[in-house]
């Protein structure tokens, strides 16, 4: 017998992990002011200090842009990059281009007593997001080495709102091991009782 057909008669047990835990829903709104037309404003230490506070240790957290000229996105906090991302945004959607939005004789009501000609920041957060999910773990966001959360203000200055939603994972009951079948009860036609149904 070959090498090969010997190593496929391995046994496997594959092993399911079945955790109960009770999800605990809170809910943090962070008001910025920004500054530039175009601004790239690092999030990440606030949510951070935040989930440290209220202990939310294990979970989720969506962090949510309330607005339409204003995006959530994960990049490198890197200056030279952010200047970058501003050239590429305004070559994208050039403020002087004409837009339709822009058109306030053209516009149906409502139009908000402060309306900017902003055609072009709409246009820029269409090829954004609105909104990230990231894991927490330890109390903290589990980004990678360079990841950052930024809400990109596309036109401003303002104030804006980022609605922040925490679901956090608390252990209700121990978890308790589930052993499927064996990979081979499966190969050889031979369904255990013990497998999976």
């Given at each position: 017998m070959d090498e090969s057909s010997a190593s496929s008669r391995l046994t496997l047990r594959p092993t399911l992990s079945q955790s109960r835990h009770l999800v605990m829903l809170s809910n943090a709104i962070l008001e910025v002011a920004t500054k530039h037309p175009i601004e790239f404003i690092d999030?990440?230490?606030?949510?951070?200090a935040h989930l440290r506070a209220h202990e939310i240790e294990h979970g989720e957290v969506t962090i949510f842009s309330r607005h339409t000229t204003a995006a959530i996105k994960i990049n490198e906090a890197e200056e030279l990059l952010l200047e970058d991302f501003k050239r590429l945004l305004r070559r994208l959607c050039p403020p002087e281009h004409g837009y339709h939005h822009n058109d306030m004789s053209r516009r149906k009501p409502p139009i908000a007593v402060d309306e900017r000609p902003n055609g072009h920041s709409h246009c820029m957060h269409l090829l954004l997001s609105t909104s990230e999910t990231i894991p927490v773990i330890d109390t903290r966001l589990a980004l990678g080495t360079w990841q950052r959360v930024f809400l990109v203000?596309?036109?401003?200055?303002?104030r804006r709102e980022v609605f922040l939603r925490f679901t956090q994972y608390l252990r209700h009951q121990p978890a308790r091991v589930i052993e499927t079948a064996a990979l081979n009860g499966y190969q050889n036609g031979n369904r255990s009782s013990r497998g999976l149904r």
């Open positions: 999030l990440t230490e606030r949510i951070n203000e596309l036109d401003g200055p303002r």
